[in-house]
């Protein structure tokens, strides 16, 4: 069984560099060997301005603008390489089946020559993106510059300064409309000697649609207002009047009022002709309300629940914000399919029309299970099956809580290889060592915050949620130990906006129990008192908080394809100060770290601990799917008071399939520490105080589903305090370079979009175990060497992306 894995290592990892040779060969050419002069490659548009005035307005957006709409875009280039270009040439062929064709339709790309671009249209596309921006006066012009076997094409735009505002007028209608639009002007985004910008009368346009319907004019739209310019007044300045169309509607004019407000909780099509108020029942947010009228007929939720979901109150004007607010909230409940507001006029009275509001809601499938086997190879050299089994009720108690019941197992063995410090030999290998953990979780979400004292109800967009859970996991490392985690917490967890997440958790209860030892455990950690601090028996009590930050969750999907892409998150996470403060008052003696204060006769951990993680994606073109994506992480965390060392499971480590992909997972460090135990890397992992690493990571297309990668990782952790038992754990800022593992490699994904499967192969470039000045092994480097292969080439073989 090992060899075979040994084999399947090694050859695939010979696959992915022999890609990458073959990829880097054919990427050296320039593309240009079946480009002849008469028909030249096309490189790229440029514009060159020639400003007669000075510099205009905006200049930065006008030009940005003006570059959009050079197209078509040239052939796609790597440095001075054209790789789809060089595979289309490489394998051209007019056969439409077989290898070459595949190759050059699925991952070459024709050229892009001269003669494919239509210059006149791309000169009179660039002239309308400087006449939207109010350069009237402008003109522009061609030129072909041809070198050899490629060329390009500059477009030069001569401009003046822009026609500006000189005044702004708005509708002046002898009606409550009229004064609705007049009142609107004073947050206009229009302002007087504002250079003329055709978008931004467009979105003022859409401000005061927006203004009307929030005021109750539901049959108003911005098609009734047009602009009518006047730019006659001279020195470039003109004159802007926005007025009502003279044939709108009536019913346009008019403010209309929610009359009644039906809920159709279960609802099926034609449910709007059995709205009869006196055969539904009246329902409210609390009990004792009958603000609404509802279908109860199936009804699977409690009626408080959805109203207070709703923002439409009857007899208050139509607000299209309370609208969209109102289906959010529905939705944001998570256990709707559908949901949706239909209006239906009824008789006016007066000035004011009036709407009855159907609120069809469709309820989504209320249980569902999941079960889900991996098998998993992973760089620490386990392989190992694993189980996850789920249970969801998205109504669980008639209330829209989602309850989540989790049970899950994994056996793991060691197979192979060597650890990351490859002097150092594996006792037991020859009988396996192997592990198996088991866990059950408990998870409730309220879609409401449950407080202590009332918080008054807002007018958000997004559901805030309470947060009940529990679970219980017990680690069996056959041999060495047995390690019992169960866990509590109680917690809030709302949406700021599309981009910000926020999660706290007050309360947040942890106990560890270390069970079973065996005499080789206690030997290995038998002359460290802090690692054996850190295994012992003990409660971690205390709270968090955690804030997330997504900036493509806060743009459409066409934008968000074309967008380079920021994520944040950052933690905190406190324990054991109250206990502390409490049993210090009561008792007369000082805690430490070695004497410590208990609770039911077990210590408790004490300490401050804070992490982020922010990452930076860059896209190039959504066309090509190229991308980079980078990394950064960071953490400390502080032991004080009754605490000498973080609890095991708040501790930084560093390797693996997700971090440095070139180690096995938990194997740096700390710092340039090397164990000297040769069984110790075989059943707890190297930890710190403090850890640091960077990520970066080129993903390209190669075929279909089929993406590629190339990749560099690096970091390390540290301890914050001196430990004998550890020599060169501690962070020092001047040691902080040769400390750090660096390593590189290259990965092939299988993208579906809701599923990816990663095959990374890395290796290091620099080892901090190792003595100073032989810590960088690039020179050691020998793909064709077998035992280089076996000794510093990791795969890893894991879901979804390293992130």
Same mark, same amino acid.
């Given at each position: ?20 040779? /073959? ?201 009734? /207002? ?509 040691? /902080? ?67």
């Amino acid at each position: 069984m090992r060899n075979i894995f040994n084999s399947f290592v090694n050859h695939f990892s010979v696959s992915i560099f022999t890609t990458l040779c /073959l990829l880097i060969f054919f990427s050296g050419c320039t593309g240009l060997s079946k480009i002849t002069k008469e028909n030249p490659l096309y490189t790229g548009g440029e514009i060159k301005w020639d400003k007669k005035e000075g510099d205009i307005p905006e200049e930065k957006r006008v030009k940005t603008e003006a570059e959009e709409v050079l197209a078509p875009e040239p052939n796609s280039k790597f440095l001075w390489m054209r790789p789809q270009l060089a595979f289309y040439n490489t394998f051209y062929t007019e056969k439409e089946k077989g290898f070459k064709h595949w190759v050059m339709t699925k991952i070459g790309k024709p050229p892009v020559l001269l003669a494919d671009i239509n210059e006149e249209r791309v000169s009179k596309l660039v002239l309308n993106r400087l006449y939207v921006n109010g350069h009237f006066q402008a003109e522009t012009s061609s030129e072909v510059k041809q070198k050899g076997k490629k060329a390009e094409i500059v477009y030069t735009a001569t401009v003046y300064q822009p026609y500006r505002l000189d005044s702004i007028n708005f509708p002046k209608e002898p009606d409550p409309l009229g004064n609705v639009l007049n009142n609107a002007q004073k947050e206009t985004l229009l302002k007087t000697n504002q250079p003329y910008n055709f978008s931004l009368l467009e979105q003022e346009r859409e401000r005061m649609n927006d203004y009307a319907k929030e005021r109750g004019y539901f049959y108003f739209s911005n098609k009734f /207002l047009i602009y009518k310019v006047d730019s006659t007044v001279g020195d470039r300045q003109m004159n802007v009047y926005m007025q009502v169309k003279d044939k709108m509607p009536d019913i346009a004019r008019k403010p209309y009022r929610i009359r009644n407000v039906f809920l159709f909780p279960n609802y099926e099509m034609g449910m709007e002709s059995l709205a009869n108020p006196q055969k539904l029942t009246r329902v409210g947010k609390l009990e004792g309300d009958s603000t609404f009228y509802c279908m109860m007929d199936g009804c699977q939720f409690r009626p408080e629940i959805l109203a207070r979901s709703i923002f439409l109150e009857p007899d208050s004007l139509y607000s299209a914000q309370r609208h969209e607010q109102t289906l959010k909230q529905l939705m944001g409940l998570g256990a709707l399919k559908f949901a949706d507001i239909r209006y239906k006029p009824v008789d006016s009275v007066g000035n004011e029309g009036y709407l009855d509001a159907y609120i069809q809601m469709v309820p989504a499938k209320r249980k569902s299970f999941r079960a889900e086997l991996d098998v998993v190879s992973k760089s620490n050299n386990f392989v190992g099956p694993g189980l996850n089994l789920s249970y969801r009720n998205k109504n669980a108690f008639r209330g829209a809580e989602l309850l989540v019941v989790r049970l899950d197992g994994r056996f793991e063995t060691q197979i192979s290889g060597r650890t990351a410090n490859e002097n150092i030999e594996q006792p037991n290998q020859q009988n396996g060592l192997y592990s198996y953990e088991i866990g059950a979780g408990l998870e409730v979400y309220v879609p409401r915050f449950i407080t202590p004292i009332k918080i008054p109800r807002l007018a958000q967009e997004y559901v805030p949620k309470t947060v009940y859970q529990g679970d219980i996991r017990l680690l069996n490392r056959v041999n060495y130990f047995r390690l019992l985690s169960s866990t509590a917490q109680f917690g809030y967890q709302w949406q700021e906006t599309a981009t910000k997440t926020h999660r706290f958790n007050p309360i947040s209860i942890n106990y560890v129990r270390l069970m079973d030892t065996t005499s080789l455990f206690n030997e290995a950690i038998g002359d460290n008192p802090l690692l054996q601090r850190s295994f012992q028996n003990q409660f971690i009590l205390g709270g968090n908080y955690s804030f997330t930050y997504q900036s493509a969750a806060g743009v459409d999907e066409n934008t968000r394809k074309n967008k380079n892409h920021i994520f944040f998150n950052g933690n905190i996470d406190i324990g054991g100060n109250i206990a502390y403060g409490i049993q210090s008052l009561l008792s007369s003696r000082k805690a430490t770290g070695e004497n410590p204060y208990t609770i039911l006769s077990e210590p408790y951990a004490q300490y401050a601990r804070a992490d982020i993680d922010f990452r930076y994606y860059f896209n190039f073109n959504e066309e090509t799917h190229h991308k980079i994506a980078t990394r950064f992480i960071a953490g400390v965390g502080l032991p004080y008071a009754n605490a000498s060392v973080l609890p095991y499971t708040k501790q930084f480590f560093a390797g693996g399939a997700n971090s440095i992909r070139a180690f096995q997972a938990r194997s740096i460090g700390p710092g340039s520490y090397i164990t000297k135990d040769s069984t110790s890397g075989l059943f707890y992992d190297q930890t710190g105080d403090m850890r640091l690493e960077a990520n970066i990571e080129y993903r390209f297309p190669i075929y279909s589903v089929f993406k590629g990668a190339v990749f560099a990782d690096a970091g390390n952790v540290w301890l914050v305090k001196e430990d004998p038992n550890r020599e060169g754990g501690l962070f020092k800022p001047n040691d /902080l370079l040769d400390d750090i593992a660096v390593g590189v490699g290259a990965g092939l994904r299988l993208d579906v979009t809701f599923f990816v499967l990663r095959f990374d192969v890395a290796f290091p470039l620099s080892k901090p175990w190792l003595p100073e000045n032989e810590r960088w092994v690039r020179k050691q480097i020998n793909v064709r060497d077998r035992n280089w292969r076996r000794d510093n080439l990791v795969l890893n073989i894991a879901i979804g992306y390293p992130f």
